[in-house]
């Protein structure tokens, strides 16, 4: 079975494309970006950073309970 019908598909459908491209975010990208920032929060010594690193923790879960 070829992928390129679904390719073509997906590159020709611009509402497709948007859905994958939103579900890719909600599913993956936010997740591990969210990861990402609770790794640095947690282990960073500069306190600047830490309380950067925690407002931004805030923004991203609170988009994330919205998505």
């Known amino acids: 079975m070829s992928?390129?019908?679904v390719i073509?598909?997906?590159a020709t459908n611009p509402a497709l494309a948007t859905?994958?491209?939103v579900s890719a975010y909600a599913r993956v990208i936010l997740p591990?970006?969210?990861a990402?920032?609770?790794?640095?929060?947690?282990?960073?010594?500069n306190e600047g950073c830490r309380?950067?690193?925690l407002r931004?923790?805030?923004?991203?879960?609170g988009r994330r309970g919205r998505s």
């Open 8 to 10: 073509m598909e997906v």
């Open 19 to 21: 859905a994958l491209v």
């Open 32 to 34: 591990c970006t969210v």
């Open 51 to 53: 309380r950067a690193a």
């Open 56 to 61: 931004a923790l805030t923004v991203l879960v």
């Open 3 to 5: 992928a390129l019908p």
């Open 36 to 45: 990402a920032v609770a790794v640095i929060a947690a282990t960073t010594r």
